[in-house]
């Protein structure tokens, strides 16, 4: 699996026990605790996934990351079909 999709499954995760998931604010060192990647990795990965539409990222200070529908429905849609989005080839 192309590594912008663990991080938004991290992403997934952060957000997905909550009652409204997109509106869900995620800061950058929740993400970074949580992966094997460098700094400037997850940095490309979440401006890959931002053009896809599948995150939102606010320029507040610091900066916040929510997860669209469109991103929720992503996950989904590859854990129905893979079983775990992680481990996804």
């Not at 053009?51 to 669209?68: C, E, F, G, R, Y």
Request: net charge positive; no cysteine.
């Amino acid at each position: 699996m192309d590594n912008k999709y663990q991080t938004l499954q991290i992403i997934f995760d952060l957000v997905k026990n909550d009652a409204r998931p997109t509106k869900t604010v995620v800061y950058p060192n929740e993400i970074i605790v949580r992966q094997q990647f460098a700094w400037h990795d997850i940095v490309t990965h979440l401006n890959e996934l931002k053009a896809a539409h599948l995150i939102n990222i606010l320029q507040h200070s610091p900066a916040v990351i929510l997860i669209t529908e469109a991103g929720v429905q992503y996950i989904l849609s590859l854990k129905s079909k893979t079983g775990n989005v992680l481990y996804a080839a």
